[in-house]
């Protein structure tokens, strides 16, 4: 009751005191703000947030948000979170980690936490470098990346995040771009009223060691031409004349120009919430076949699996009902005994 | 049959019985022929008759190696007493071998004159050759300085068990029970405890219940019926203080004490563990426990069985992680930011032969040196050791108590001996154990993350959920009282200070070491962990020849006791037997300046009491 009398938070409540030390024009500066914009308009007191992160230039989040924070170790973030949240499932936890972070180093982690269907919700900045250690290629750079790691260009095959966590059975997965503001701040409140694992990958500019990396989708006019924005229950349409679209071809998805008997009605509509994974798996690799647009939007969100948080206190709940509460003095003395005079 | 009904009534027979003060029994096989089961349960029937004991299962790293191969062979040792055992015992006084890859590996540590009992039906010339045997044993005369005993095992059990209509596989396994009723017999004891055990285990199987029943009596009466044995034995209970008893491993007993110590601070418990030889069995054992709200989590690696412990710690819970050491290797990283964000986490290791994956099964305490130093940069924990099977209980609960007390990781080693190896315990009445309630900081007036308390210098625990104490924690370095990021030079050296004069004050309340045996003297032997059950054997054996010898086993291996290197000025020499290549020697050199003189057994195998007995000879000999 006292709550309803306090005034409703706003963005300032989440703004702390530190001096931020990302660089100036920093895509991570954007998505603080969106994160800081989205937190008090979700109802859940200041108290209950606690952010999550490893180590990179996204995992110094927890130190510019005001709320509980706790800057881990590199790729470790997903594992400190599962135990907090195994403990403490009313509390609100995300965790901010980059492309390094959570699919090199961490990449065990990121990949058990979904599959678990962990309550957490994760910020993956995608920037396709490192730029924390200065400009080495990471496991999303283009293959053939030139880096200060790699001066002949990188012979690795990148991963296509989304994918990944398509691939580990993640119940929500989502992707937005740091520059689109309000569709970045509607994915963040999507994610947050998801009650499993929520994975939202965010394309993020580094303007320092990868300037321009998502620019094919930022630029004037690119996010209308490459960009496909996914919503539940519209068809797959996109171009600046909204003349383009994606429909279902047996087991596969077709480019289409609208017109000359394409309509609108042939299009694939988007069902965030199927069942079954395969098809946010096709939607997720669209981007690799030439001329297909880039999906943003939630691809996923199938909420339909209990947490793990929840799983495990039930059992330890239904155990105690069974045989009532353990009795220290009784576990002492369990099993043969024998008195000695 | 009739006498059998009597268990637990002396025999019947007129055969000759014979009281001793100690025996020695091994029994041996192969990987599956149950020979951990067959030792557990003659160990729980000697524990329940009264007798003090100490056991020593050794086992292969292969759950099933080539059956009948010398590899696949596993043991279990036990000596039980009516006086104190400290050890399994140097040598055997009655050996079960169940093939001849069994009796070549083990036949060595079989006194002479000591009883052989042998699975004749396993000397088939296939089993000889995969035993890489030249010829028959039971025909060479090899063993003529033993009492043998062949008795056919398999041929003996099916005839016992023919009524029941089992297939021929399922009555040989129950061949081990048979043998398990021989020595029943042998050693004059009941089998009801073991009739109990197997009635719990097979509650879904009665038949199988039924089957190893059958074969156990018909090995007891085996005994009874045929002239095999013109003797029995009698080792009449011991005499330990007063108190409920129970048998205990070193791994069970850490499993309680972190239930135990859990209670008592009034917090839930929580184990990250990943499965390791030889730890799992924590994981094991406190996963059942789930009614005193024990939340365990089998993690995805190492890494994340460590880190999600610490989450576990920042909500509050009082957070476990158990492991091996190459699982410390691989945990040093997250032991660093636990140093670093001062939360309260134990981490057992509970060693094992090495380097890398080493000998899994076999026990070493090489990981000193590890745990003491095995992080980046200048990273203090409190490290304690167990001593017995049975101390492991107390460990564990003084090691929740001092990570809680002082906000701080503790590690704990144990080992594979202790880990395995199973003593009588006195089970302690809950009063003997204090509270050590642990108070969350709620008020915000003055709140400040690293502010510190006078005495233990631990820093405030507010835990995520608390209005107004919202804070960042995190492993870059920190302002002192409040927590903020800092890179100062000054800062990092008056913050590293803190960090070790925190862990240093842990030594105000550990109580100075009182040597056992002769206060000052000759010698004084300084040893931590396991060891102390063969030091301690040959120190009672040594004074009583007239050396003037103590003995000093360290329990807090950091910060060391106030007053050793006092202790140690006041002997001629110091010996540190330890079955790593000298890391306590190591350790005492460089504080103490003591010319101290190493014994090191690496062989994955605990000292022998006449090892440690020999070595102190030819030390105060030189």
Redesign the interface.
């Known amino acids: 009751m006292a709550t309803a009398t306090l005034p409703p938070l706003t963005k300032k409540d989440f703004q702390t005191d530190q001096e931020v030390r990302w660089c100036p024009g920093c895509g991570d500066y954007a998505i603080l703000s969106a994160v800081q914009s989205v937190f008090p308009e979700l109802g859940i007191p200041k108290e209950k947030f606690v952010v999550v992160s490893g180590i990179g230039c996204s995992s110094r989040f927890p130190y510019y948000i005001n709320t509980y924070g706790f800057h881990t170790i590199h790729g470790r973030a997903p594992a400190v979170a599962t135990g907090l949240k195994l403990l403490r499932p009313d509390l609100e936890v995300w965790i901010a980690t980059g492309d390094g972070d959570a699919l090199s180093i961490g990449g065990n982690h990121t990949i058990h936490m979904l599959r678990r269907n962990v309550g957490l919700k994760v910020l993956l900045f995608n920037n396709k470098i490192y730029g924390l250690t200065k400009g080495q290629y990471s496991p999303t750079s283009e293959f053939g990346k030139k880096t200060k790691s790699t001066p002949f260009g990188s012979a690795d095959r990148p991963f296509n995040p989304i994918s990944l966590a398509i691939g580990s059975e993640a119940t929500f997965v989502a992707r937005s771009v740091d520059v689109f503001q309000s569709h970045l701040r509607d994915t963040l409140k999507q994610a947050a009223a998801h009650k499993g694992a929520a994975f939202v990958e965010i394309l993020q500019n580094c303007n320092i060691f990868n300037d321009g990396a998502w620019f094919d989708l930022t630029e004037k006019d690119a996010r209308s031409e490459h960009v496909i924005q996914l919503e539940h229950g519209k068809p797959l349409i996109y171009g600046k004349n909204r003349d383009k679209g994606i429909r279902l071809k047996g087991f596969d998805l077709e480019l289409v120009q609208l017109g000359n008997g394409v309509t609108e009605s042939d299009l694939l509509v988007h069902d965030a919430h199927h069942p079954r994974a395969a098809y946010a798996f096709l939607l997720a690799h669209m981007e690799h076949r030439p001329g297909f647009p880039t999906p943003i939007g939630v691809l996923r969100s199938w909420d339909e699996l209990p947490r793990y948080e929840d799983a495990a206190n039930a059992q330890i709940t239904a155990v105690i009902a069974k045989r009532g509460k353990g009795d220290l003095g009784e576990l002492l003395r369990a099993g043969d005994t024998w008195v000695v005079k | 049959m009739s006498t059998l009904t009597g268990v637990g009534e002396p025999s019947s027979s007129n055969r000759k019985r014979e009281v001793l003060d100690r025996a020695v029994i091994r029994f041996c096989g192969d990987s599956g022929d149950g020979m951990q089961i067959t030792g557990n349960q003659f160990t ?1 029937t000697v ?4 007798n003090d004991l100490a056991t020593f299962p050794d086992y292969p790293a292969e759950i099933r190696a080539p059956a009948g191969t010398l590899p696949g062979v596993s043991g279990f040792q036990l000596q039980f007493s009516s006086g104190q055992v400290f050890t399994a015992g140097d040598s055997v006084d009655a050996l079960v071998a169940m093939n001849p890859a069994a009796l070549k590996m083990n036949v060595a540590d079989l006194r002479p004159n000591g009883i052989l009992i042998v699975n004749s039906d396993s000397f088939t010339e296939n089993d000889l050759r995969k035993a890489q045997c030249k010829s028959n044993p039971l025909e060479d005369h090899s063993l003529d300085a033993f009492r043998l005993f062949p008795v056919a095992l398999e041929k003996l059990t099916r005839l016992a068990l023919q009524e029941l209509g089992l297939d021929a596989k399922t009555m040989d396994r129950c061949k081990n029970f048979f043998a398990l009723g021989m020595c029943n017999w042998l050693y004059n004891r009941p089998m009801d ?1 073991t009739f ?1 055990w197997l009635d719990d285990k097979f509650k879904n199987k009665p038949l199988l219940s039924e089957a190893n029943k059958l074969a156990m009596k018909a090995g007891y009466s085996y005994c009874e019926a045929t002239e095999a044995f013109q003797i029995s034995y009698e080792i009449p ?1 011991a ?9 205990l491993s070193g791994n069970q007993a850490l499993a ?1 004490g972190f ?2 110590a859990a ?1 008592k601070a009034g917090l ?1 418990l ?1 184990q ?1 563990s990943y499965p390791i030889t030889p730890a799992s069995d924590i994981l094991h054992e406190l996963s059942q ?7 365990t ?1 089998q ?3 190492e ?2 069985a460590i ?11 009082l ?1 476990i992680t158990t492991t091996s050491g190459p699982g410390m290797a691989l945990k040093t ?2 032991l ?2 636990a140093v670093a ?1 001062e939360l309260p986490l134990v981490i057992c290791d509970i060693q094992r032969g090495g380097p890398s994956t080493g000998l899994p099964t076999k026990t070493e305490q090489a990981d000193l040196l590890q745990a003491l130093f095995g992080r980046n940069s200048e990273a203090p924990i409190p490290v304690i050791a167990a001593s017995t099977p049975g101390d492991c209980f107390w460990v564990a609960v003084e090691a929740c108590r001092i990570a809680l007390k002082y906000m701080v990781p503790v590690i704990i080693l144990s080992d594979g001996y202790l880990a395995n190896g199973a003593e009588p315990w ?3 009445e ?1 009063s003997e154990i204090p509270d050590f309630p642990v108070t969350f900081v709620t008020d915000p007036v003055g709140y400040q993350p690293y502010k510190r308390d006078p005495v233990t210098l631990a820093r405030p625990w507010a835990l ?13 370095e920190k302002q002192d009282g409040s927590g ?2 800092n890179y100062e030079p000054l800062n990092h050296e008056k913050m590293t200070h803190l960090r070790a004069a925190k862990v240093q004050a842990v030594a105000q309340e550990i109580p100075d070491v009182v040597p056992v045996g002769d206060p000052e003297g000759d010698l004084l032997i300084v040893a931590w962990g396991s060891t102390y059950g063969p030091i301690t054997a040959a120190l009672n054996a040594q004074r009583a020849a007239g050396k003037k010898i103590g003995h000093v086993h360290l329990r807090y291996l950091n910060p060391l006791p106030n007053n050793l290197g006092e202790v140690i000025g006041r002997y001629h020499r110091v010996l540190v037997p330890e079955m790593n290549m000298g890391q306590l020697l190591w350790v005492l050199r460089a504080k103490y300046l003591v010319d101290a003189i190493g014994y090191n057994k690496i062989q994955g195998r605990p000292f022998k009491q006449s090892e440690i007995e020999a070595k102190i000879e030819e030390v105060l000999a030189q």
């Open positions: 729980n524990a329940l008759y009264g405890s109990r209970p005499k330990l203080s007063p108190g409920t008893y129970r048998n309680i239930v135990t209670q839930t929580f990250g426990y789930k009614n005193f709200g024990v939340m989590f993690a995805e690696d890494i994340a880190t999600s412990a610490i989450g576990a710690s920042y909500a509050g819970a957070a990283e997250a660093g930011l964000v006195r089970i302690p809950l995520p959920g608390t209005p107004g104490l919202e804070h960042r924690l995190g492993g870059l903020n990021i």
